[in-house]
């Protein structure tokens, strides 16, 4: 069984990678890659490495030849990922790809989130591909957090719209060992997995963790929407 992870040389998919090496054989591995000059770390481990640029449908049915198995990482080119995870989805369905694995957001179908709507659309034309497919409703990655910790430490303060609303986020390594999993094991095919951290914390709780790691003060300024992107406006 061949595997295949797309952006395998961003944040999420080199991850994805490194899980399944402890798993799989790395013949058995494809990385897929818009430039596979950044890729020479995955090559080394035996990885083998093609180039993709979701753009490019013709392209990535060549890249996706002799596949099995595939994760489709969401692209980051907001306004115009649904087009380019088409261009993916049909080119595995034309390389007869037997089991496709999308990366989408937290409850992509009833969300409000203005993100949530290209998800939506891809997870519609992957149901719609007849391809089998796993979908992995990633919430958010704890890492993305990580600037409040120097926003902390200069201001003493941390700011959110968020009032008492909660966050499950987990590491992005936490999401590889899922997809991983999916991939390499059997039963998941047709699932929808909704993923989070196994604890939901609010900024309260966010402005106290950062006073313990800094040995500072933190406090936590709720804001208003529009208080708050005049406030990202004017940093």
């Known amino acids: 069984m061949t595997i295949a992870v797309t952006a395998a040389t961003g944040q999420l998919g080199g991850l994805v990678l490194a899980e399944l090496l402890t798993t799989e054989r790395a013949g058995s591995l494809v990385a897929i890659v ?10 080394e481990q ?41 261009n993916v989805i049909e080119a595995a ?12 957001a937290p409850h992509a179908d009833t969300s409000a989130l203005p993100i949530a709507a290209e998800h939506k659309a891809t997870e519609k034309v992957i149901t719609d591909s007849g391809i089998p497919y796993v979908i992995l409703r990633n919430n958010w990655y704890t890492e993305m957090f990580a ?39 059997d039963g998941h095919q047709g699932h929808i ?10 900024y309260d709780e966010l402005a106290a963790t950062l006073a313990d790691l800094l040995g500072q003060p933190v406090t936590h300024h709720t804001v208003t929407p529009a208080e708050h992107t005049q406030v990202l406006t004017d940093a």
């Not at 818009?34 to 090559?43: E, K, M, S, T």
């Not at 790809?97 to 989408?104: D, G, H, P, W």
């Open 46 to 86: 035996g990885i083998e490495v093609r180039a993709g640029h979701y753009g490019d449908k013709a392209g990535y049915v060549t890249a996706l030849a002799g596949v099995d198995e595939l994760l489709l990482v969401s692209g980051l080119d907001f306004g115009q990922r649904v087009q380019q995870h088409t």
């Open 193 to 202: 997995y909704e993923l989070t951290g196994d604890y939901a914390w609010n």
């Open 93 to 104: 369905s034309q390389a007869g790809v037997s089991l496709l694995a999308y990366t989408s």
């Open 147 to 185: 600037p409040a910790i120097n926003l902390a430490r200069r201001t003493g303060a941390v700011w959110s719209n968020a009032a008492t609303g909660r966050i499950a986020s987990a590491s992005r390594i936490d999401y590889a060992a899922a997809a991983a999993k999916v991939l390499a094991a």
């Open 34 to 43: 818009r430039d596979p000059g950044r890729a020479r770390h995955l090559r």
